[in-house]
């Protein structure tokens, strides 16, 4: 990463910020979403105090040579703290073990940004070094130990949390907990990132120690790109199981609304005397696709008349045959009765006089009205889906009275 690649990462994690900040506010007494805030904002801001411009900016407003440095280590201490106190409230468990955890987790996080606070003050560190902090002052006094103490917490945070997610990840596979098990391998993924990031520097400190810079390549040019994404996918993956499942119902409502369209448009002359339902332009996905079922609901209740429970039957018996499973034999039978009845005439079309009209002695077997046999924006959804597939010349539209004239 040069000089202004880090201001990219920073970019995206506060355009994540700014979505998330209106949901956050909300919900801001629970400690998942402060969580969630400051993994974000620590994320972001150790990208911009980590790139070098603004490490040298910071030094000249600042007068302290190489003062952003601690800043960035302060920074993704808080990251990794955040990580491992949102893990132990998404997993759960009993309140009280929680909480004690918890306060653990943030004392020694206290504790280590103190020290780190401490040690940096002990220091001499003139030379300013907006890329290779770690390896030009890793055998210098305080600051050297500085450096190891936030490789250390940073590799042992990165172990744990990567070590819980992927247990958590293994004992949700059988309970299909599909956005909660790909949010935390994405969590694994990342955290192993971070500590790949570590050890990369370690590496090249230890060669530090060693007496050679031949290695200082593996700081400040392999291990920067690592970090940066696995920060980005720490975030995305504590967001997985908050937006998938929204964007899982966005996808499921715009589909049923889309695949709806064909049978709400066929039954629009049947629409009757009530007055038109109205939504802002501004309603869900989920609003609108409720909306359209409601209505397309409306509709066949006006056109029920007109429904030949014989042809239903036979239509039900001629899918079955043709091997299809019971639910779906009834979703196409109520498609082609549709079909039929919508074919016959126009909106004052009559029941058909060469069949006996349903009555309501009729057999207790006998398919009761379609909005209670299927119903629902789903069920709503197949059956246009089914319907626009079926032409009134088709067999299996004639299929009752085929199988009546036999």
Same mark, same amino acid.
Request: net charge neutral; charged share 15%.
């Given at each position: 990463?040069?000089?202004?690649?880090?201001?990219?990462?920073?970019?995206?994690?506060?355009?994540?910020?700014?979505?998330?900040?209106?949901?956050?506010?909300?919900?801001?007494?629970?400690?998942?979403?402060?969580?969630?805030?400051?993994?974000?904002?620590?994320?972001?801001?150790?990208?911009?105090?980590?790139?070098?411009?603004?490490?040298?900016?910071?030094?000249?407003?600042?007068?302290?040579?190489?003062?952003?440095?601690?800043?960035?280590?302060?920074?993704?201490?808080?990251?990794?703290?955040?990580?491992?106190?949102?893990?132990?409230?998404?997993?759960?468990?009993?309140?009280?073990?929680?909480?004690?955890?918890?306060?653990?987790?943030?004392?020694?996080?206290?504790?280590?940004?103190?020290?780190?606070?401490? *040690?940096?003050?002990?220091?001499?560190?003139?030379? #300013?070094?907006?890329?290779?902090?770690?390896?030009?002052?890793?055998?210098?006094?305080?600051?050297?130990?500085?450096?190891?103490?936030?490789?250390?917490?940073?590799?042992?945070?990165?172990?744990?949390?990567?070590?819980?997610?992927?247990?958590?990840?293994?004992?949700?596979?059988?309970?299909?907990?599909?956005?909660?098990?790909?949010?935390?391998?994405? *969590?694994?993924?990342?955290?192993?990132?971070?500590?790949?990031?570590?050890? *990369?520097?370690?590496?090249?400190?230890?060669?530090?120690?060693?007496?050679?810079?031949?290695?200082?390549?593996?700081?400040?040019?392999?291990?920067?790109?690592? !970090?940066?994404?696995?920060?980005?996918?720490?975030?995305?993956?504590?967001?997985?199981?908050?937006?998938?499942?929204?964007?899982?119902?966005?996808?499921?409502?715009?589909?049923?609304?889309?695949?709806? #369209?064909?049978?709400?448009?066929?039954?629009?002359?049947?629409?009757?005397?009530?007055?038109?339902?109205?939504?802002?332009?501004?309603?869900?996905?989920?609003?609108? !696709?409720?909306?359209?079922?409601?209505?397309?609901?409306?509709?066949?209740?006006?056109?029920?008349?007109?429904?030949?429970?014989?042809?239903?039957?036979?239509?039900?018996?001629?899918?079955?045959?043709?091997?299809?499973?019971? #639910?779906?034999?009834?979703?196409?039978?109520?498609?082609?009765?549709?079909?039929? !009845?919508?074919?016959?005439?126009?909106?004052?079309?009559?029941?058909?006089?060469?069949?006996?009209?349903?009555?309501?002695?009729?057999?207790?077997?006998?398919?009761?009205?379609?909005?209670?046999?299927?119903?629902?924006?789903?069920?709503?959804?197949?059956?246009?889906?089914?319907?626009?597939?079926?032409?009134?010349?088709?067999?299996?539209?004639?299929? !009752?009275?085929?199988? #009546?004239?036999?």
């Amino acid at each position: 990463m040069q000089r202004s690649d880090y201001y990219i990462p920073a970019f995206a994690l506060a355009i994540a910020l700014v979505v998330k900040l209106p949901s956050l506010w909300h919900s801001r007494r629970s400690p998942m979403s402060q969580a969630i805030f400051v993994i974000i904002f620590a994320s972001g801001g150790g990208f911009v105090f980590a790139a070098p411009p603004t490490v040298e900016r910071v030094n000249r407003v600042t007068g302290i040579s190489n003062v952003s440095a601690l800043i960035v280590y302060c920074f993704l201490s808080c990251l990794s703290c955040a990580s491992m106190v949102l893990l132990l409230h998404w997993r759960g468990g009993p309140e009280a073990t929680v909480r004690r955890q918890t306060r653990m987790w943030i004392a020694a996080t206290a504790g280590v940004i103190s020290t780190f606070c401490v *040690l940096f003050t002990l220091s001499d560190v003139p030379a #300013e070094r907006p890329r290779d902090l770690d390896t030009f002052y890793a055998t210098t006094p305080f600051i050297g130990e500085m450096i190891l103490l936030y490789l250390t917490a940073h590799a042992a945070t990165a172990t744990v949390v990567m070590t819980k997610c992927w247990r958590w990840s293994s004992e949700l596979r059988a309970a299909k907990a599909g956005w909660t098990r790909w949010g935390l391998l994405t *969590l694994v993924t990342a955290f192993g990132l971070g500590l790949s990031f570590a050890l *990369l520097k370690f590496v090249a400190v230890g060669a530090r120690w060693a007496g050679t810079d031949a290695w200082d390549v593996l700081s400040t040019e392999v291990a920067p790109p690592l !970090a940066g994404l696995g920060a980005l996918m720490t975030t995305v993956g504590f967001l997985i199981p908050v937006v998938g499942p929204r964007m899982e119902s966005m996808w499921d409502a715009w589909r049923a609304y889309r695949l709806m #369209e064909p049978l709400w448009r066929a039954l629009e002359p049947w629409v009757g005397s009530g007055a038109p339902m109205r939504i802002a332009r501004t309603s869900s996905l989920e609003m609108r !696709a409720t909306l359209r079922a409601t209505e397309i609901a409306d509709r066949l209740l006006n056109l029920a008349p007109h429904l030949d429970a014989g042809h239903r039957a036979a239509a039900e018996r001629y899918a079955t045959a043709r091997g299809l499973e019971h #639910e779906a034999a009834l979703i196409v039978a109520e498609a082609a009765t549709i079909k039929a !009845a919508l074919a016959c005439a126009p909106v004052a079309c009559p029941p058909d006089p060469g069949r006996p009209p349903a009555d309501d002695t009729a057999d207790a077997n006998t398919p009761g009205p379609l909005p209670i046999r299927i119903s629902g924006t789903n069920g709503l959804a197949e059956l246009s889906r089914h319907f626009s597939r079926i032409h009134p010349t088709d067999l299996l539209v004639d299929a !009752a009275s085929h199988s #009546e004239s036999n």
